[in-house]
């Protein structure tokens, strides 16, 4: 049974780009949550998804946006890039109403 | 508002030897959940071992026991017989609840780099 799987694994962008982050949540499970890692840093809250609608958001910029598919699939995408947003992009699905989070192995971003 | 504070940045242990990692929280919902989570570096996060507010029982997981004192408001992971592959980063976490039927996030501490020596 396939965990979380989230792509890229690493990406290289320059500041001022936008880039889109994937996450496949782990069978079963329909709610995802996307966190942002900053170096030696705990992971902070961005947003979740559920039922294809955004329920919960971090204290982030709308620069930060995500979509939920009906297959439960998640993006994040992030505009106008700025070097502060480097950083690894952690993706957590779980079933409604448990705490059975799971978590992918992330999206390290490097913004040049 | 809801917080996870982890005191320790480092730590050593001897392998084979116990080792305590230390973390407090502040909420004052009464109803709430708190997790311990390993992290590699391959970044991945592993789910350790999980605590709820009304648990009248300390959580363990094989190696792993939460030491949860719920008016000192702490949730200490004890990691007996440490191994080698246990080296890593240790993430407490608690999660808030929102709505009913969700989920709800999760809040970190900043996390404990904990190194086990041969």
């Known amino acids: 049974d396939a965990g979380v799987t989230q792509s890229p694994t690493h990406l290289i962008k320059t500041r001022g780009q936008q880039v889109t982050l994937r996450c496949s949540p782990k069978s079963g499970h329909d709610t995802v949550s996307w966190y942002q890692q900053a170096l030696g840093q705990g992971p902070q809250f961005i947003f979740q998804y559920y039922e294809e609608e955004e329920r919960q958001r971090g204290n982030f910029p709308d620069r930060f946006s995500g979509h939920q598919f009906p297959n439960y699939s998640s993006e994040l995408n992030v505009n106008a890039l700025l070097l502060g947003d480097s950083a690894l992009y952690l993706c957590?699905?779980?079933?409604?109403?448990?705490?059975?989070?799971?978590f992918g192995s992330g999206t390290r971003l490097t913004v040049v | 508002a809801q917080k996870i504070t982890q005191t320790q940045p480092g730590m050593f242990v001897q392998e084979k030897e116990a080792v305590t990692l230390d973390c407090t929280y502040d909420?004052?919902?009464?109803?709430?959940?708190l997790f311990w989570y390993k992290q590699p570096s391959s970044g991945e996060m592993i789910f350790l071992i999980y605590q709820g507010s009304y648990d009248q029982q300390n959580a363990t997981e094989g190696r792993y026991s939460l030491n949860f004192q719920k008016a000192r408001k702490s949730a200490n992971l004890v990691i007996s017989a440490s191994q080698l592959g246990d080296s890593a980063m240790y993430f407490c976490?608690?999660?808030?609840?929102?709505?009913?039927?969700?989920?709800?996030?999760?809040?970190f501490g900043q996390g404990t780099t904990l190194q086990v020596k041969p």
């Open positions: 976490a608690m999660r808030e609840l929102h709505g009913s039927g969700n989920t709800g996030k999760l809040i």
């Open positions: 957590a699905s779980s079933p409604a109403q448990n705490y059975g989070y799971t």
């Open positions: 909420t004052s919902d009464p109803s709430y959940g």
